[in-house]
């Protein structure tokens, strides 16, 4: 296949381009590197079978020759204010290639007759009242809050990825991503596993934001790749969740990371349940295990030893 790749200088977009390349395809990526990094591709740099566009993909795509299968990740995906990076710092860019991106990725899949897969994510379900979440449930979202900007025009996403399907005919995927981890991420990102892991390598104590008792269930950057990649080459077009069933409170978590990382001290900061910090997430998979035969398989420890390196490298290298 030929598959275009939005948001490939990302985190997850750079893995994703790796695992098609591995998988035989061709990969035409895009970015316009607004929190990418143009490092995160630079292994494929001479690849045969990859190109890079840099582009708006809020602005009119187009790409010459045939593609087979278009895939949307671009856009900002940290909550954290604190971070340049943060979405609620770059509300409208969020909202256009939630909105916009969305649109203009979908007419390139419709206009080359190729499959489409968005690049969803938990927070559809806002701060959920169901535990834990499964595809049916709708989710509970502030939309006006600062958080808004990312949920709403995922949901919009969602929404229009539909449309599309049904009254288009294209043939759409939709993942449900929950709380990713690996190397790649940006190291001032601003979400838990960068932050808890700068803090950790400067022998800083770990900024926990309330009690620690809000949960989340960290997925390694592979396992989630690898469901990505079967709900790409499945016919599921209902969305998937694809994150690791296994929920931590960040208290605990920063009790790991500090255990892995031989550091200590928590400070504890002020909660952000005013912003609309989801109090609690945890994944079901039971679609992702009945449709896609996937399940994750790398543990919270293991993950982590694989990702460490990778932070204190670019630690050394700032
Ligand atoms: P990231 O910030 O590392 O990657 C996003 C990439 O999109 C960056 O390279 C950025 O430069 C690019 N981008 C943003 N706006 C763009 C635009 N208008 N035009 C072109 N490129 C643009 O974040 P990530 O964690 O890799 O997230 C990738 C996707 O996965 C996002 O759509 C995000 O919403 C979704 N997601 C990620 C997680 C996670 O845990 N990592 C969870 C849920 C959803
Ligand atoms: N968090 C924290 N300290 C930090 C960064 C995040 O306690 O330095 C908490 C945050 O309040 C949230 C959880 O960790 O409850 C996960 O936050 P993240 O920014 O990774 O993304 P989210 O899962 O909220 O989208």
């Known amino acids: 296949m030929r598959v275009l790749v939005t948001g490939a200088a990302g985190f997850l977009g750079s893995h994703l381009c790796d695992r098609l390349l591995a998988e035989g395809h061709e990969v035409v990526g895009m970015d316009n590197f607004i929190t990418g990094n143009p490092q995160n591709l630079a292994h494929l740099a001479g690849h045969e079978r990859f190109s890079f566009i840099r582009h708006d993909v809020s602005d009119f795509i187009f790409v010459p020759g045939k593609l087979d299968a278009v895939m949307h990740f671009a856009s900002p995906a940290s909550p954290n204010p604190n971070s340049p990076y943060g979405y609620v710092n770059l509300p409208i860019q969020t909202m256009k290639a939630g909105a916009l991106g969305t649109h203009n990725t979908l007419g390139v899949a419709k ?38 900007v990312y949920d709403e025009a995922k949901r919009f996403a969602e929404a229009l990825t539909m449309a599309y399907h049904r009254f288009h005919g294209v043939d759409t995927r939709i993942v449900r991503i929950f709380n990713t981890y690996g190397p790649r991420m940006h190291i001032h990102d601003g979400r838990v596993v960068p932050n808890f892991l700068l803090q950790a390598l400067r022998g800083e104590p770990l900024t926990v934001y309330g009690d620690g008792q809000q949960t989340r269930s960290f997925c390694y950057v592979d396992d989630l790749i690898d469901g990505i990649y079967r709900l790409l080459m499945s016919d599921e077009h209902r969305p998937v969740n694809i994150g690791n069933p296994v929920e931590t409170t960040i208290l605990e978590f920063a009790h790991t990371i500090n255990r892995m990382t031989g550091n200590e001290g928590v400070t504890f900061l002020p909660d952000r349940r005013g912003s609309g910090d989801p109090q609690r997430r945890q994944p079901d998979i039971a679609r992702a295990r009945q449709a896609l035969g996937w399940e994750p398989r790398i543990e919270l420890d293991e993950g982590l030893r694989r990702t460490i390196p990778y932070f204190k490298e670019k630690i050394d290298q700032a």
């Open 111 to 148: 206009a080359h007759d190729a499959r489409f897969l968005l690049a969803s994510t938990s927070e559809i379900y806002g701060d959920p009242q169901v535990h834990p979440q499964d595809e049916s449930y709708w989710g509970y979202v502030d939309p006006i809050g600062p958080r808004s």
